[in-house]
């Protein structure tokens, strides 16, 4: 019974850690992706997804492609890691986060200037889930 024991559980051991390891290579991979891809490809990635969502018209999802083309721009050109951010003064970090803020108030203005009230809604309530979601996802990860 003991020699028919042992086995599974470093048998089982193994698999475990291995499905562990291949998470982490699929976030990896997504990270990769996503870092390659130009702005104006995500971009338009993007403004398909909110067009099939919102029946957004041609004219609408040009304008707001246009919008988040410039939004991640300016998010990559931005970028740094964290141990940057770290090592950076109090001051240029909340002039950072003022910045980051003021770019997304300006991008919130712009899809409620090209989207009529019933779509803009539709996207508040969209944007609610998906940070709902993140928010969620985060504290997942740091119980571990």
Do not use: C, H, W
């Not at 562990?20 to 993007?46: F, V, Y």
């Not at 067009?51 to 246009?66: C, F, M, P, S, Y």
Request: no cysteine.
């Amino acid at each position: 019974m003991k020699n028919i024991l042992l086995p599974l559980v470093f048998m089982f051991a193994i698999i475990s850690v291995q499905a562990q390891k291949r998470g982490t290579d699929r976030q990896n991979d997504r990270r990769d992706i996503a870092a390659n891809i130009a702005p104006e490809q995500l971009a338009s990635m993007q403004a398909q997804k909110m067009t099939l969502a919102l029946d957004l018209t041609d004219k609408q999802q040009k304008e707001i492609e246009a919008v988040l083309a410039t939004s991640i721009a300016e998010r990559k050109a931005n970028k740094m890691t964290k141990e940057e951010f770290k090592a950076l003064p109090t001051d240029q970090k909340m002039a950072m986060k003022q910045k980051s803020m003021d770019q997304k108030i300006a991008t919130k203005r712009a899809f409620k200037k090209i989207m009529n009230e019933e779509q803009y809604s539709q996207f508040e309530k969209m944007a609610a889930r998906q940070k709902n979601y993140r928010g969620k996802r985060m504290q997942r990860a740091k119980r571990g």
